[in-house]
């Protein structure tokens, strides 16, 4: 298990927390790995009714470790990233997100598979894969179009424009935004909390009739989205987008909005 992951157990209630402060919860392969075996042993454990995901009251993540993704860039389905999302993908209990701060990348596209999703008014998400020399990725390409429409899904997937908590939960990406961190992951404890008091095999039934139709495409997109972003993180523009990103002292995201 990673040292940058920590788990919380209340009764039935699950809380997975990165914590990684110091490089704002960036993403390495051990956090993915980690996270996936989390869900996994979740999903095979009756005592785990729901999970609440949160990077804590400052920061959910500023997606991936850039240096480490680099240095071993997936190359397949079995790649960490990919086994975490599969098991998020797969996983038939509830999972509630609590976000503050930056939501980059993954940090926007893997709220797209939780149950619930709350905010904090001043999170500012991202997919800034294009700026990047790379694809969107997990679902994103088929989900928010769906969701947002084409013209809005293009400014955010196409150009990578940052948008707020605020605007997340008025499209539809996210329940609620509330005023601050700590309020976000009260919040978010608390509507997990109403999942301990329903019948489990009920709510496991009923997330996975809610998510049923266009299943299967959406598992076809996400293969293709990622066997795409894995030669993209090889071309020669990804390589330059990448190398002056991490030469950057201090990254600077808002040069993807």
């Given at each position: 298990m990673s040292e940058h992951l920590h788990i919380e157990r209340d009764g039935g209630l699950l809380t997975l927390r990165m914590h990684r402060p110091d490089k704002k919860n960036a993403l390495t392969r051990a956090m993915y790995a980690g996270m996936a075996e989390v869900l996994d042993e979740a999903e095979r454990d009756p005592s785990v009714r729901v999970v609440l995901l949160t990077g804590g009251e400052v920061c959910f993540t500023s997606g991936n470790d850039v240096a480490d993704f680099i240095q071993a860039p997936p190359s397949g389905l079995n790649s960490e990233v990919f086994q975490f999302m599969r098991a998020l993908f797969e996983f038939s209990k509830p999972v509630v997100a609590a976000v503050a701060g930056p939501a980059v990348g993954i940090g926007t596209t893997l709220l797209l598979h939780c149950?619930?999703?709350?905010?904090?008014?001043?999170?500012?998400?991202?997919?800034?894969?294009?700026?990047?020399g790379l694809c969107p990725e997990y679902g994103s390409s088929l989900i928010l179009p769906r969701l947002l429409g084409h013209a809005r899904a293009a400014e955010l997937l196409l150009l990578g424009q940052a948008f707020t908590g605020?605007?997340?939960?008025?499209?539809?990406?996210?329940?609620?935004?509330?005023?601050?961190?700590?309020a976000t992951l009260n919040k978010a404890r608390e509507m997990a909390q109403r999942f301990l008091q329903l019948a489990p095999s009920a709510v496991a039934d009923s997330k996975r009739l809610m998510r049923a139709p266009d299943r299967e495409q959406l598992r076809q997109v996400i293969e293709e989205e990622g066997a795409l972003?894995?030669?993209?993180?090889?071309?020669?523009?990804?390589?330059?987008?990448?190398?002056?990103?991490?030469?950057r002292r201090k990254p600077d995201f808002s040069r993807f909005s």
């Open positions: 149950d619930l999703v709350y905010v904090s008014r001043d999170t500012q998400l991202k997919m800034p894969f294009v700026n990047l605020e605007q997340a939960a008025a499209w539809g990406i996210a329940n609620l935004a509330l005023e601050d961190g700590a972003f894995g030669q993209r993180l090889r071309s020669p523009e990804a390589v330059e987008a990448l190398t002056a990103f991490m030469q």
